[in-house]
């Protein structure tokens, strides 16, 4: 079993910064690609962003550019800076790893993003 613990959520004015921290524990044995998406109400949770353990990451089109996921490999940690923040981004983030074919998923934490 692998557990995720997020972190960093929080009330922000548009225009301001967020830093979401994700920490994996337990039996990690080949975590690859950790990720974020986000759910917000009354709609799919989408994928924000990921990246594999050599650090090559991918993003949605509507974060590029504000967005930037980070990890430690060390710690089995992913971070996700989120700048330039708008009231669409509004969301729970819920962190994402997969391991031996299993999906592991964050608790989820509440952004909001007041106009």
């Known amino acids: 079993q692998v557990q995720l613990v997020e972190s960093g959520g929080g009330l922000v004015q548009a225009g301001g910064s967020l830093r979401l921290s994700c920490a994996a524990s337990?039996?990690?044995?080949?975590?690859?690609?950790m990720g974020w998406f986000r759910q917000a109400p009354g709609k799919q949770r989408e994928l924000v962003a990921t990246?594999?353990?050599?650090?090559?990451?991918n993003y949605a089109d509507s974060v590029k550019g504000r967005f930037t996921i980070s990890r430690d490999n060390a710690k089995n940690t992913v971070y996700l800076q989120m700048n330039s923040l708008k009231p669409e981004d509004t969301a729970v983030y819920y962190c994402?790893?997969?391991?031996?074919?299993?999906?592991?998923w964050g608790q989820g934490t509440q952004v909001t993003v007041s106009s």
């Open positions: 994402y790893t997969a391991q031996l074919g299993n999906d592991y």
């Open positions: 990246i594999t353990r050599g650090k090559s990451t």
């Open positions: 337990g039996m990690i044995f080949s975590i690859n690609a």
